[in-house]
């Protein structure tokens, strides 16, 4: 019966004969690695193992995958940001910075609803943007409870012109729309944005921005509220304007 000896060299590649004796299969030196051509690419490691095909298979759907299931919200990821930053080049900013995020962690993905994962992302890069600022729009500089149309409209009102309210006139309907969504407290802005707008579901929408339903009600309400009452205020600043000339 062969002893240790022989079981050993047996592993490491020695073979058994027919009278058990061991023979050592001698294995030829390496040979010397070739210089490869300028330009050439060059040979991979033997030392490290290779990527097997289907690693490779796995990231190109993961890559198709976030392709066909991310990239067509890119629009509506855009139009989210740009009401939340109220600034085109503040908007882009976000929206890649989600992006990465969004394909960084994508394999983490599992639900149902892309687009409302999406949202959450942009939402979540705004608010880390407004962190980082040492001065912009504030989330706790207005109190929700006493808001009332006024101050939205003193809020649009305000500017630099001479005569805001006739450089207000002259926009279109859709910039006025805007120019009123953007006087909006965050919170009531990033609702009425997604409910009316994008058409999120109460529950995509409280998942989003992570409140209740009850809150995503109440916030809608009030953002439908202020938005009308100032709706108002600018036709009737309109027609004041109209009647003085």
Known sequence: MPG???RTWSLAGAALSSDTSVRVIRLRPPR??????PGARPAADPTLPPMLPEDEATAQRSRDRFRDAVLPHLDDAYNLARFLTRNAADADDIVQDAYLRAFRFFATFK????RAWL?????NCFYSSLKGRSRGESL?????DTLNAATVSSDLWTSESEDPERTLIKLDDA???????????VPFRET????????????DIATITDVPIGTVMSRLARARQLFKAAWIDRQNKSSRNKDWH
């Open 4 to 6: 240790p000896l022989t």
């Open 32 to 37: 010397p690695a070739a210089t490869p051509a």
């Open 111 to 114: 639900g149902e609803n892309p």
């Open 119 to 123: 949202f959450a992302i942009v939402r």
């Open 140 to 144: 706790t500089d207005v109190d929700l």
């Open 175 to 185: 910039s006025v729309v805007r120019a009123l969504i953007e006087t909006l407290p």
């Open 192 to 203: 009425l944005v997604l409910r009316e707008m994008e058409e999120m579901s109460y529950q």
